[in-house]
């Protein structure tokens, strides 16, 4: 009640954002008429003016009236549109570093130039962040018109570019470019050897376009690029071939479709155990024996493949590839895989190419990346129900912006039907209705499967329609810029088209560059002049009509979808409407709802044919959304705690890498590198306070012979008159440093300095990939420590800290016995590693370009010695793709490679 009356006094924080950034709107306004009447070089000469007042220190705030001024002038010549008031608005609160709400059709993209060219003018770089190439490519040529006007560079990121064209797009005032490829870049810049191949500069303002669904629908999926590890593939398609045949029978798995889980009954236990024995995958032991663990995760995977997984819902098959589908927004995610074997086990159900599994050599999340900008900004249409996330993820506040002009929508209650026909015959009818009165419609559903259900419906009535779902994904642009025009019917998954208005009466512009192949010339003019002309007859038709009509076959689990498709009617004042059609069957009402619900509407008389319609319905299915809302907010909020302890150790070796390669000479850190390697060896073999006779002089010699490629008489020193350990710890550092004096000198100290660095950082590469594959295995099975009443996260944080230091450790010794016996033969490669293909990336870049890794450099066997099986300090020449020398069978790189 108090904070009722607090509101009602003060009003809200909202209000309150919204009436400081109103008062400088006429201090903005008072500017146009002298901006106006510049020319086009005296209006630049005032941009140039105030970026030489920013150079100078001037602070970015005390210029923005000004500068929003200048670009709502700039806009107006180079495009012809005018920023409203209220854009204004929106342009200071992204300049904040907050999320400005806007509904669609208020003009996002123009928005974003007034924050954009405020913070270009500082010569540090923007970026702006969509959703897809498309939007990236379309948004930079078309707002780049605007920023050329003002002398401002331009540069887009999208699938395909070479690092010389990343480079150059980086080095632009202005970067646009979606979350895959910004995430990426910056991935395989901290797998570069060099900084001139780096492509991005630090960071320094970012505007994320669509910001909920890169912030919160894609946060659960981190960005992982990946290296081949050994191939398994027969084994998933062996597995696959038992599990077709024991998933016809229900009662040998548990599944819970609201927490995404499978499990195997006891009955199904034995029975799958048999099957294996029968089909020849399981030939010792029990399966749940140890040394049968790895094929118990392979028939996992591969169950929860055939039971959770549903082929045109949660991925589609084309060029014998499995392509998963983003829930959130229908589109297919080209070179994405699903981790831990699941993309491989639905290969093997599908029976496609089962490619290899990987090795993640580089990951992050977009929580962690977009955290690393100074200063963060979004704006999308739907943000509110997820204000909480965004302030406590992210620090970002959410400021909900007024229209231009008020909303005419019509927002009809949802219609509950009892099974899902009625419900496809209800809104066929509805369809029919609209058809009939040349109004459009807009029929969202939830997966590729059901807007091909709902399209076989119209077919069979007739029904003439456009689909837009992943399958036409190329097609997205024009299908729904032309979704206004009268009568028209667009059916389409969650995509709808964001980021493209529909626009009463049709688009004439695609209109035109459809006719003409071009966005300019005469022909495209001419084109562009008879197309407004058919719109314009066109739009006073739909207006009649009622607008755009929106129909929703299915609520989904987020509300801001629904509201998403909703905001597709009702752009800048239009007439629309909008109403959602639901039955019993549907999955939010079948395993969120309350199942009260269809016992209540039974109870009511709910007949064959019949809907009811309530303000209530709508009440609980709202809360059934909120329920999952919170559960999917608990789940990314837990991924990022463990994710938190990695990136705080990734920050660090990032850091510290890029230190290794901004440094000349590192010969004083691989000195140090040896001396702690050294004490840690003879603290290990004589432990403080302890008696010679306890000394382990034997393996504190292998230890030298093995790690600095010395033969020093360790354990004749030991039995010297007064020795002790600090004597010999100073002895060995003495031969050790004498040694690398002389190898240096027969190399040469320039080239000694360049193998140093070479080594040091392909090494470092080594053991942070090996920690990344170990931190993996960590976190799969620290939820066990639970039924040791043990915290798993306060568990994962211990050992992985103690498995960051080990990785340390093991870096110090590795680069110390390599560089004690490196030698240049003459046929050695530059020693500056060459990039070598990586074959596959999980979560990754929709190109699935080649990344850069580490290549070997020549390393020689100890003392010029040909490889001796029974001496391991020989090894160290060995190729490490080729065979142990040990006789162990395993590639020397898994055996005795990591000695």
């Not at 889980?261 to 024995?277: F, H, S, Y």
């Not at 620090?395 to 009892?418: C, F, G, M, Q």
């Not at 994904?473 to 059916?491: D, F, K, L, S, V």
Request: charged share 30%; proline share 3%.
């Amino acid at each position: 009640m108090f904070s009722r009356l607090a509101r009602a006094i003060f009003g809200s924080a909202n209000d309150r954002a919204l009436k400081r950034h109103e008062a400088r709107v006429p201090r903005i306004n008072a500017l146009e008429s002298g901006l106006a009447a510049l020319d086009d070089e005296a209006l630049r000469a005032r941009v140039q003016a105030i970026r030489d007042q920013l150079a100078a220190g001037t602070e970015l705030d005390s210029v923005l009236e000004e500068v929003f001024a200048i670009v709502r002038e700039a806009a107006k010549r180079a495009l012809g549109m005018r920023h409203f008031d209220v854009q204004m608005i929106g342009g200071m609160v992204l300049h904040e570093g907050r999320i400005a709400e806007m509904k669609t059709g208020e003009g996002k993209t123009l928005v974003a130039t007034l924050p954009v060219v405020l913070n270009a003018l500082s010569g540090k770089g923007v970026h702006v962040v969509t959703v897809n190439d498309y939007l990236a490519s379309r948004d930079a040529e078309w707002m780049g018109k605007l920023y050329g006007f003002l002398g401002l560079s331009t540069g887009v990121i999208v699938n395909g570019l070479n690092d010389d064209q990343r480079q150059a797009a980086y080095a632009c005032d202005i970067t646009y470019g979606t979350n895959n490829e910004f995430g990426f870049d910056y991935l395989r810049d901290n797998m570069k050897y060099r900084l001139a191949d780096m492509v991005q500069r630090s960071f320094n303002f970012a505007i994320v376009d669509e910001v909920d669904s890169i912030l919160i629908d894609e946060a659960r999926t981190p960005l992982i690029i990946s290296g081949p590890t050994d191939d398994t593939s027969d084994l998933y398609r062996r597995v696959n071939a038992v599990m077709v045949g024991f998933v016809t029978d229900a009662e040998r798995f548990e599944k819970d479709e609201k927490q995404r889980t499978v499990n195997m009954t006891e009955k199904g236990g034995e029975e799958i155990e048999a099957l294996l024995r029968a089909g020849g995958v399981l030939t010792e032991g029990g399966l749940y024996d140890t040394e049968n663990i790895s094929l118990v995760h392979h028939v996992n995977q591969s169950l929860r493949a055939h039971t959770l997984f549903k082929r045109d819902v949660e991925y589609v098959v084309r060029d014998d590839k499995i392509i998963i589908i983003d829930e959130f927004t229908g589109r297919m995610m080209d070179g994405r895989r699903y981790s831990d074997g699941l993309h491989q086990a639905l290969e093997a159900k599908e029976f496609v190419t089962v490619q290899p599994e990987n090795q993640t050599l580089a990951s992050i999340t977009f929580q962690n990346y977009f955290r690393l900008y100074p200063k963060l900004a979004g704006m999308t249409g739907t943000a509110s129900t997820e204000a909480d996330e965004f302030a406590e993820i992210y620090k970002l506040e959410v400021v909900e912006i007024p229209t231009n002009v008020a909303v005419a929508r019509v927002d009809s209650d949802d219609e509950v039907y009892r099974t899902t026909a009625e419900k496809y015959d209800a809104v066929a009818t509805l369809i029919e209705e609209c058809r009939a009165r040349n109004q459009p419609a807009l029929v969202g559903t939830t997966s590729i499967e059901k807007s091909e259900m709902l399209s076989a419906i119209l077919k069979a009535k007739r029904i003439p329609h456009a689909v837009l779902n992943a399958r036409y994904h190329e097609q997205e642009a024009g299908i729904i810029a032309q979704a206004g025009r009268p009568g028209t019917i667009t059916i389409a998954t969650n995509m709808a088209g964001r980021g493209t208005d529909i626009k009463l009466g049709g688009n004439a512009d695609m209109l035109a560059r459809q006719e003409t192949g071009t966005s300019d010339g005469e022909a495209y003019e001419a084109a562009l002049a008879r197309h407004e002309a058919e719109v314009l007859e066109y739009k006073k038709t739909v207006m009649a009509a009622g607008g755009l009509f929106v129909i929703g076959t299915e609520r989904h689990e987020s509300r801001r979808i629904d509201n998403q498709l909703r905001g597709r009617s009702g752009r800048q004042g239009d007439p629309g409407g909008s109403r959602f059609f639901l039955s019993l069957e549907d999955d939010l009402m079948r395993i969120f709802g309350s199942e009260r619900m269809g016992g209540m509407l039974q109870k009511l008389g709910l007949k064959e044919g019949e809907a009811i319609t309530h303000s209530w319905i709508n009440k609980a299915l709202e809360k059934a959304q909120k329920k999952v809302e919170a559960r999917n907010f608990d789940t990314r909020k837990n991924l990022l705690k463990y994710d938190d302890v990695m990136n705080d150790q990734r920050r660090e070796v990032y850091s510290q890498r890029r230190l290794y390669m901004e440094a000349s000479d590192l010969s004083e850190t691989v000195v140090e590198m040896r001396r702690e390697t050294i004490h840690d060896m003879v603290r290990a073999a004589i432990p403080e306070n302890s008696y010679p006779e306890q000394w382990d002089l034997a393996g504190l010699e292998e230890k030298v012979r093995v790690n600095l490629n010395l033969d020093l008489p360790v354990a004749a020193m030991g039995k010297e008159e007064g020795i002790d350990d600090d004597m010999i710890l100073e002895r060995l550092q003495d031969a050790a440093d004498r040694a690398s004096a002389v190898r240096a000198a027969d190399i040469g100290p320039e080239m000694m300095r360049m193998v140093e660095k070479s080594l040091l950082l392909q090494l470092f590469d080594q053991v942070w990939k090996e920690h990344l594959l170990q931190l993996d295995h960590l976190r799969q099975g620290i939820g066990l420590r639970a039924y040791g009443q043990r915290d798993p996260l306060n568990e994962y944080k211990s050992e992985a800290f103690v498995l960051f230091n080990s990785m340390l450790e093991d870096l110090r010794v590795r680069v110390t016995s390599l560089l004690m016996r490196v030698e240049l033969r003459p046929d050695a490669p530059p020693p500056m590693p060459e990039p070598v293909r990586v074959l596959d990336m999980r979560h990754p870049s929709p190109d699935g370009a080649d990344m850069e890794g580490q290549g070997d450099v020549a390393v020689a066997p100890r003392r010029g010695e040909a490889v001796n099986p029974n001496d391991p300090a020989s090894w160290a020449g060995t190729p490490r793709n080729s065979a142990c020398p040990c006789g162990s069978g395993k590639k020397y790189k898994h055996c005795h490679g990591r000695m």
